[in-house]
Structure formats: structure tokens, C-alpha cells
């Protein structure tokens, strides 16, 4: 079969299309014929070797895949040979015509929600769905600041509030991206390109200050997220890419916090719950991943491009 390998940490040139063996599932594992692989920011970091989490080499990247089954190996009971799933990490990779995953790992994908849509659900709505319901322990009527709202997680945070009946402010640096994120469900949308938004954020809320922050951009906007807040005013930090200085008074003087996680450490149950509620939510149409591109396999290395490009507007999905 055909998977993109990774022989070396370093440039998306290092992304090649290659001919390796075909993975044949053992017990309690799952081959899936692969539809949609797609990209998510870490892939790009882990393939850079910047990653927390550093694959042995070679490696396929990915652990979003959406497609049919193949085959099964002895003990499976989830799925069976030609159901249609999409994957939460695979162990062989998501970059290729076939993965193999544990049966944990394989989900079935609602009729409704295309291959490519399917390859846009676990790290972005898993990643949404954890930090709304299970970090920020959002409410209904409660304000929600998602803090880059046009990209993969941002468009799942604002359709996972939006349907729980929080208020939804959203940023996005390009008129595209903040009219998806407009159409998709966000109340307000500002531009964090434009210089004094974040007065204008909080002008919306009268004054008050937000209940919760999505960030995905900490070293970024923390500090002024952190004057952003209501009293006990949360920031979930989602995303970061260096450091910066932040003044603990302002979370003092409102009694808030500011808290981090990554998808990679969840416990089986907050999983498992994860996974319960986003596949409810893709089930009743309440959740509807959005894909802005679909790119051939071999252009994985333009993909990798591409999703750190500013300018974004749903997913990037690769298409064996
Ligand atoms: P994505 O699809 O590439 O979207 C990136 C988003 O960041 C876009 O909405 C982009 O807006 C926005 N952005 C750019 N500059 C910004 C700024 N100055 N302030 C606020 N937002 C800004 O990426 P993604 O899949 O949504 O992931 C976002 C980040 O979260 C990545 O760093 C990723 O690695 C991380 N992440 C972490 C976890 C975890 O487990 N903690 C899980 C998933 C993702 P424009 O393009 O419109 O400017």
C-alpha cells in the first residue's frame, strides 16, 4: 500500500509518498481502508521533531483517518468488515491507504458526515468538547471567547457552545474566516489582526469580561486574555508556540484561572465521554465538521504548509 513516511525529523520535504507493507490486524485490532486522513498543527510539529511526543523513525503520520473497514482481527466485536468509522489515533498512522487501529480507537461515522468531514472530528472536537465541558465546566448563558475560531478547533468550540447555549465570541484574521465562523453559529466575530479588538471584545460583554477563553495561541494573547476574564473567569489553554510574561494580578484581582491540557493525557472515561458526546452531536446535526480543502496524499508536505499558513477556514484533508 501507499503511506507517506517520515525518514528524518525536519521540513514538510521530509512528508514522502512510499510503497510499504500492507498491516494485517492481530486480535483486537481494526485495518482500515482509508478515505480522509487529516492534518492537525501537531502532525507538523511531530514530523519537525519539536513534539513532546517523538515517533521512532520511520513513521506515518496522523491519527485522524475516516473510512471503511477492511478487516478485523480475532475478538472484535465494535465493528465489523465494511462499516464505515473514523479513527481517535491509529497505531500505524492516519498518512496512507490503510491503518491499523485498536478497536478502542475506531468509531463508527454517521451516515450524514462525508469521509473527508470524518477526518476532521477527533483531535478538533475532542480537543473543543474536553476544554468546554470538562476544564472550563461551561454553562448555558455563560460567554464564551473562542480565541481563533476559524481553524479546526475553533469552528468544533463554536458549534459544541453554540448548541449548549452559551454566547459565542469568536476571532478570525481573514473576512472568510470570520463570516464561517459567523455561519457557524458564533453571536459576534472580531479580527486579531486589527489593533484595540480585544476593546471591542470587551465592549460586547457591557464591560463585564468573558466567562471562558478557548485559546489557541497562548504565548500570543494570555496576558491580554487574562484582562479579558469575568470574575471567575476561565482561559483553557488549547494551543501555544513559545513564551511570554503575564501579570498574575489580573487573575487575582478577578479571581480566575487560566489552565492548560493536552488531548494525548485524558483519561479513558473523560474519553470515552469525549467521544459519547461528539458523536451525539454529528448524529442530531448539531455538530458539522467543516473542510475547507481536500489535497492528493503525495501533497501532504503542501498540507503541512498550508495548516500553518494564517488565513485558515475549517480543515485540510488528505485523500488517498
Ligand atoms: P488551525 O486549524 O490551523 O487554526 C489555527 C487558528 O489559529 C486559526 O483560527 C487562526 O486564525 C488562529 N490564529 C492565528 N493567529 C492568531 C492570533 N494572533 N490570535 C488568535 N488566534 C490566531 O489549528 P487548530 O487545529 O484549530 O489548532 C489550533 C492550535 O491548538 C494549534 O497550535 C494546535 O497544535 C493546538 N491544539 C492543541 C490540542 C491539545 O491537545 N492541547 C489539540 C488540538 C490542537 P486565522 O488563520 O483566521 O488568522
Same mark, same amino acid.
Not at 453559529?185 to 486579531?192: R, S
Not at 500553518?308 to 477556514?313: C, F, I, N, T, V
Given at each position: 500500500?501507499?503511506?507517506?513516511?517520515?525518514?528524518?525529523?525536519?521540513?514538510?520535504?521530509?512528508?514522502?509518498?512510499?510503497?510499504?507493507?500492507?498491516?494485517?490486524?492481530?486480535? &483486537?485490532?481494526?485495518?482500515?481502508?482509508?478515505?480522509?486522513?487529516?492534518?492537525?498543527?501537531?502532525?507538523?510539529?511531530?514530523? /519537525?521533531?519539536?513534539?513532546?511526543?517523538?515517533?521512532?523513525?520511520?513513521?506515518?503520520?496522523?491519527?485522524?483517518?475516516?473510512?471503511?473497514?477492511?478487516?478485523?482481527?480475532?475478538?472484535?466485536?465494535?465493528?465489523?468488515?465494511?462499516?464505515?468509522?473514523?479513527?481517535?489515533?491509529?497505531?500505524?498512522?492516519?498518512?496512507?491507504?490503510?491503518?491499523?487501529?485498536?478497536?478502542?480507537?475506531?468509531?463508527?461515522?454517521? +451516515?450524514?458526515?462525508?469521509?473527508?468531514?470524518?477526518?476532521?472530528?477527533?483531535?478538533?472536537?475532542?480537543?473543543?468538547?474536553?476544554?468546554?465541558?470538562?476544564?472550563?465546566?461551561?454553562?448555558?448563558?455563560?460567554?464564551?471567547?473562542?480565541?481563533?475560531?476559524?481553524?479546526?478547533?475553533?469552528?468544533? /468550540?463554536?458549534?459544541?457552545?453554540?448548541?449548549?447555549?452559551?454566547?459565542?465570541?469568536?476571532?478570525?484574521?481573514?473576512?472568510? &474566516?470570520?463570516?464561517?465562523?459567523?455561519?457557524?453559529?458564533?453571536?459576534?466575530?472580531?479580527?486579531?489582526?486589527?489593533?484595540?479588538?480585544?476593546?471591542?471584545?470587551?465592549?460586547?460583554?457591557?464591560?463585564?469580561?468573558?466567562?471562558?477563553?478557548?485559546?489557541?495561541?497562548?504565548?500570543?494573547?494570555?496576558?491580554?486574555?487574562?484582562?479579558?476574564?469575568?470574575?471567575?473567569?476561565?482561559?483553557?489553554?488549547?494551543?501555544?508556540?513559545?513564551?511570554?510574561?503575564?501579570?498574575?494580578?489580573?487573575?487575582?484581582?478577578?479571581?480566575?484561572? /487560566?489552565?492548560?491540557?493536552?488531548?494525548?493525557?485524558?483519561? +479513558?472515561?473523560?474519553?470515552?465521554?469525549?467521544?459519547?458526546?461528539?458523536?451525539?452531536?454529528? +448524529?442530531?446535526?448539531?455538530?458539522?465538521?467543516?473542510?475547507?480543502?481536500?489535497?492528493?496524499?503525495?501533497?501532504?508536505?503542501?498540507?503541512?504548509?498550508?495548516?500553518?499558513?494564517?488565513?485558515?477556514?475549517?480543515?485540510? /484533508?488528505?485523500?488517498?
Amino acid at each position: 500500500m501507499k503511506a507517506i513516511q517520515v525518514h528524518a525529523f525536519g521540513g514538510p520535504e521530509q512528508l514522502k509518498l512510499e510503497e510499504v507493507p500492507m498491516p494485517k490486524p492481530a486480535a &483486537g485490532e481494526v485495518l482500515v481502508r482509508v478515505h480522509a486522513a487529516g492534518v492537525n498543527p501537531y502532525d507538523t510539529y511531530m514530523r /519537525a521533531g519539536t513534539y513532546a511526543v517523538k515517533p521512532a523513525l520511520p513513521y506515518t503520520p496522523g491519527s485522524d483517518a475516516a473510512g471503511v473497514v477492511e478487516a478485523v482481527g480475532e475478538g472484535v466485536k465494535k465493528v465489523k468488515t465494511g462499516d464505515r468509522v473514523f479513527t481517535a489515533e491509529t497505531i500505524t498512522g492516519a498518512y496512507a491507504e490503510y491503518t491499523l487501529a485498536k478497536e478502542a480507537q475506531v468509531h463508527a461515522l454517521a +451516515e450524514k458526515i462525508s469521509y473527508a468531514q470524518g477526518s476532521g472530528i477527533y483531535v478538533p472536537y475532542g480537543t473543543a468538547y474536553h476544554a468546554i465541558h470538562h476544564e472550563a465546566h461551561g454553562r448555558a448563558s455563560e460567554t464564551l471567547l473562542m480565541h481563533g475560531a476559524s481553524g479546526g478547533v475553533g469552528i468544533a /468550540a463554536v458549534q459544541i457552545a453554540r448548541a449548549m447555549g452559551l454566547t459565542v465570541l469568536g476571532t478570525a484574521g481573514t473576512a472568510k &474566516g470570520r463570516e464561517l465562523v459567523l455561519r457557524e453559529g458564533a453571536d459576534q466575530v472580531f479580527d486579531h489582526t486589527k489593533p484595540g479588538y480585544t476593546e471591542e471584545i470587551m465592549k460586547a460583554t457591557g464591560g463585564r469580561g468573558v466567562d471562558i477563553i478557548l485559546e489557541v495561541l497562548a504565548n500570543v494573547n494570555l496576558a491580554a486574555d487574562l484582562k479579558l476574564l469575568a470574575i471567575h473567569g476561565r482561559v483553557i489553554i488549547i494551543g501555544n508556540r513559545g513564551e511570554l510574561t503575564i501579570n498574575p494580578r489580573d487573575l487575582m484581582a478577578r479571581r480566575s484561572s /487560566a489552565r492548560g491540557f493536552t488531548l494525548w493525557a485524558l483519561h +479513558e472515561t473523560e474519553r470515552s465521554a469525549v467521544l459519547a458526546g461528539v458523536s451525539a452531536g454529528l +448524529e442530531n446535526g448539531t455538530l458539522r465538521p467543516i473542510v475547507r480543502k481536500e489535497l492528493p496524499l503525495k501533497d501532504a508536505p503542501q498540507a503541512h504548509v498550508d495548516i500553518l499558513a494564517p488565513g485558515a477556514s475549517g480543515k485540510i /484533508a488528505l485523500i488517498p
